[in-house]
């Protein structure tokens, strides 16, 4: 229960930092910190349930899910901004195909 | 008891102070003490291999990507930065509060139904349960670091120059 009221605050930042911001690193900030309140989340439930060892399987795919999409957003972050010299999402509204 | 509140309201705090700063850097070092904070809550809580996972992993690497992305391209000037801060929380400041509003409600429904999941019967180990139980999930794994490695070729690859 302690650890849901958290995993519900640590939620509402990642959504804010996502939703108030137009710079994509920002946005992949966003992204990592509701990561971590879902890696919270699975962690306490399995502490709840007294299921630890499955929670941390899970846990571990969803780091190396979690490194790879990273890893992936960031060079197209990187991309864009070799592109159109910004990291607004405001300047990359047209798809190029 | 008291620790588990006192660790859990660090990283809260962490990550607000990650959200708001106005300096990229200071971000992407947030995100890391984040990390190393959910670290400790992880091993407190018993999951030893998953907090390991995540201290090399999550603290280490990914500040480092975000790091590395920053010194290639060109943040916002200080001034900007401020004048974007202060145009964003003159628009967004209501948002966090409905957020959290429709999260106590989330918490306090599932309290009121009172019906949990029945727990499957698992091994202690974390890794028997990996190797033996959740064979699928590690060629899940296999496929998207490959997928990874494939995009990462495919985004810096150098394009041919046409004739």
Redesign the interface.
Known sequence: MLSAIFVVLLLAIGIYCILATYNLLRVLIGIEILIKAVTLLIIAAGRQNGNMALAQAMVVSIIVMEVVIMTIAVGVVLGIHLHSNSLDSRNIRKLKG | ?FL??II??L??LT??W??MTRS?LR??LG?AL??AI?TL??FN???S??AV??LS??AG??PV??I???S?????TFKEALEHMHS?MA??WV??LI??IL??I??LIS?KFKA??P??Q?????R???WH??QF?LL??II??F??VF??VV??KERKKSA
């Not at chain 2, 290639?72 to 916002?76: A, H, I, K, M, N």
């Not at chain 2, 698992?122 to 974390?126: E, F, G, N, R």
Request: aromatic share 6%; proline share 5%; glycine share 8%.
């Open positions: 008891m588990d509140l859990l309201i990283l809260v990550a607000l990650t959200v990229l971000a992407s995100l984040a990390s959910l809550i992880m809580m018993g999951a291999l998953a996972l995540e992993v999550c690497l990914i990507l975000f590395s992305v920053i290639l391209t060109q943040p916002l964003r628009r967004f948002l966090p957020v959290i999260g106590v989330l918490v309290v949990p999941l727990a499957a698992t091994p202690d180990s974390a028997f349960v990996l139980l959740r999930d899940g794994q998207i670091l997928g990874g995009g990462v985004l810096f």
